[in-house]
């Protein structure tokens, strides 16, 4: 997680359901749709968490599925 220049590691724990009225915001040419998803982060115990109601930018990786999908295919080419 990344508030300001501050780096924080965390796991997510669950993506949550918006209320209506945030759908109901529409786009426009000149101002895009923002992401409308809210996500419950466990972070480290060693992270101090940012100030209540921050608006933060989540990264993640995926390098456990990554690895298992590699591993798939070098077995199925033969290649272990």
Avoid: C, W
Avoid at 40 to 62: I, T
Wanted: zero cysteines.
């Amino acid at each position: 997680m990344v508030h300001g220049k501050t780096r924080m590691r965390g796991m997510i724990e669950a993506i949550l359901p918006l209320s209506a009225v945030i759908e109901g915001r529409q786009s426009s040419l000149l101002q895009p749709a923002q992401a409308t998803l809210v996500a419950r982060v466990r972070l480290d115990a060693n992270a101090q968490p940012p100030a209540l109601n921050s608006a933060v930018r989540v990264h993640m990786y995926y390098t456990e599925v990554a690895d298992r999908f590699f591993k798939t295919v070098v077995g199925i080419l033969g290649l272990d």
